[in-house]
Every structure is written in C-alpha cells, then in structure tokens.
C-alpha cells in the first residue's frame, strides 16, 4: 500500500467543521480512526513549529529535532491509512475518508483548484446533498 503524502490539517478542519464527528456512531472504526489522525496531525505540528524554533535558536537540537518531526509526520500518514482502510458505518464516515483524501491532495491553498481535488471537493459536496436522503439507510 502506498503511502499517504502530509495531510493539510487546515484543509482538513476546514471540511469536517460542520459534521457530527462524535454523533450517533461515535465508536465507528472511521471516527476512532479519525480521532486518532486529529491526534496525530497535532503531534506532527507541534513537531514541526520546534523544529522551526531550533533552526533560528540552537543548531546543536536542530538533527534531532527534524528526526522526531519527521516520525511524527510518518505516524500521521499512518493514521491517515488506518482511517482510509476503515470500515464505514454511515455517510459522515465516507465524508471523513472523502475530506481525508482531500487534505491529502492539498497540502497548499493553491492546491484546491488542481486535479483530484477541485474534483473530489465537487464529489463531496455532492455526497453531502445526498445525506438527508440516505441517512436511513445506516448499517447496523
């Protein structure tokens, strides 16, 4: 299985910020996969905003630093795999992994109106204006 390139987190919180992340199906495999990415993603900034401390303070830290921005990065896109791989239990489900994907594609502004994802944004949306209608057709 390939790899999942860096997610954008503002992409991503961008296009979950009106699902009901933690409704009904709260302990779905997606959501707790989801959970765990939000996590994930957290650690990697919080990585990533030292790392660009130490460069302009204290070069000594710097490798060590990059190291652990780096596997904080890797046990983001594993956590983006693991949601990606996970058995969906409703439609917000497939909205997570669709704006999983999304963020995937976007790593910069810019990146919205290029291929796949002005066209996965449009699937999305589409997908959205489907759930009213689809929402009684859960699995159990």
């Known amino acids: 299985m390939?790899?999942?390139?860096?997610?954008?987190?503002?992409?991503?919180?961008?296009?979950?910020?009106?699902?009901?992340v933690l409704g009904s199906y709260a302990s779905s495999p997606v959501r707790r996969a989801f959970s765990?990415?939000?996590?994930?993603?957290?650690?990697?900034?919080?990585?990533?905003?030292?790392?660009?401390?130490?460069?302009a303070s204290d070069a000594r830290f710097l490798h060590l630093s990059q190291v652990r921005a780096g596997l904080r990065s890797?046990?983001?896109?594993?956590?983006?795999?693991?949601?990606?791989?996970?058995?969906?239990?409703?439609?917000?489900?497939?909205?997570?992994?669709?704006?999983?994907?999304?963020?995937a594609c976007e790593p910069h502004l810019d990146d919205a109106r290029t291929f796949p994802a002005v066209y996965l944004r449009l699937l999305l949306s589409d997908l959205r204006q489907l759930r009213p209608w689809n929402e009684g057709n859960r699995r159990p």
């Open 2 to 20: 390939s790899r999942v390139p860096a997610l954008s987190r503002r992409t991503l919180v961008e296009l979950v910020h009106d699902l009901d």
């Open 74 to 103: 890797d046990h983001a896109a594993d956590a983006a795999a693991a949601l990606l791989i996970a058995t969906i239990c409703d439609a917000a489900d497939l909205d997570l992994k669709l704006a999983v994907l999304i963020a």
């Open 36 to 55: 765990a990415l939000v996590a994930r993603l957290a650690d990697r900034d919080a990585a990533l905003a030292e790392l660009d401390q130490l460069k």
